[in-house]
C-alpha cells in the first residue's frame, strides 16, 4: 500500500509540473470587450486562451443593453439581459498578431419590455446568438487592441410572455485588455 501512496503521489507531482510547464507556455489576453449592433451595446469582459500553434479558445461573460424600437415584432422593445460567450479563434500569422478569424456562440437571457398600441408587457427570452468575426490583434508590450467586425443570427429558443425582435445581426466590437 505504501509503494502506491508514492507512485500515486509521484504521478500527481509530474502531472502538475507538466501542466504548469504547458500552461506556462500560452498566452492568455484578458480584455474588458464593447460589442455595438443595431439595436443596442454589449460590454462585458473576456478571455483568449492560447491552445495550439495558432488556435485560440474564447470566452466571455457580458451584459445585453436592448432597443430594438420598432425593429421588432412590436412598436417599441427595450430591455436588457446576461449572457455568456464561447468561441474559437484561430490566428493567420504565426506570431499571435494581425488578423484573426473565429466562431462563437452567445447564450442570452433577456427581459424585453414592449409596447403595442395601448396595450404593454413583457416577455423572458433566451436566445442562442452563433456568428463569425474577423479581428484585428495589435499588441503593444503586454497591451493588446482587438477591434472586430462580427456577423450572425440572434434566434429566440425560449419566449415566455409575447415574441420579440430576433434574426441577422452585425456587430462592431473592440477589446482592450493585457496579455499574460
Known amino acids: 500500500m505504501k509503494l ?35 439595436t443596442g451595446i454589449i460590454p462585458g469582459f473576456s ?11 474564447y470566452g466571455r461573460i457580458a451584459y445585453n443593453w436592448i432597443r430594438h424600437r420598432d425593429l421588432g415584432e412590436h412598436e417599441d422593445e427595450r ?11 484561430y490566428n493567420l500569422s504565426a506570431d499571435d498578431i494581425g488578423w484573426r478569424i473565429g466562431i462563437k456562440s452567445d447564450v442570452w437571457r433577456n427581459i424585453i419590455d414592449w409596447t403595442e398600441g395601448s396595450d404593454s408587457g ?15 490583434i495589435i499588441l503593444k508590450n503586454e ?8 456577423a450572425g443570427f440572434e434566434v429566440n429558443v ?23
Not at 430591455?79 to 479563434?89: M, Q, R, T, V
Not at 413583457?122 to 484585428?136: F, G, H, N, W
Not at 497591451?143 to 462580427?150: D, E, G, N, T
Open 4 to 38: 502506491y501512496n508514492h507512485i500515486t503521489f509521484y504521478v500527481i507531482v509530474m502531472f502538475f509540473c507538466f501542466a504548469q510547464k504547458s500552461f506556462s507556455q500560452n498566452f492568455r489576453d484578458i480584455s474588458f470587450e464593447l460589442q455595438a449592433y443595431p
Open 47 to 57: 478571455i483568449d486562451y492560447k491552445i495550439g500553434d495558432r488556435s485560440w479558445l
Open 79 to 89: 430591455g436588457y439581459g446576461f449572457g455568456l460567450s464561447i468561441g474559437y479563434k
Open 122 to 136: 413583457s416577455s423572458d427570452i433566451t436566445v442562442i446568438q452563433p456568428t463569425i468575426e474577423l479581428s484585428y
Open 143 to 150: 497591451l493588446i487592441v482587438i477591434p472586430s467586425l462580427a
Open 158 to 180: 425560449r419566449t415566455v410572455g409575447e415574441k420579440t425582435g430576433q434574426g441577422a445581426i452585425l456587430l462592431i466590437g473592440l477589446q482592450l485588455g493585457k496579455r499574460l
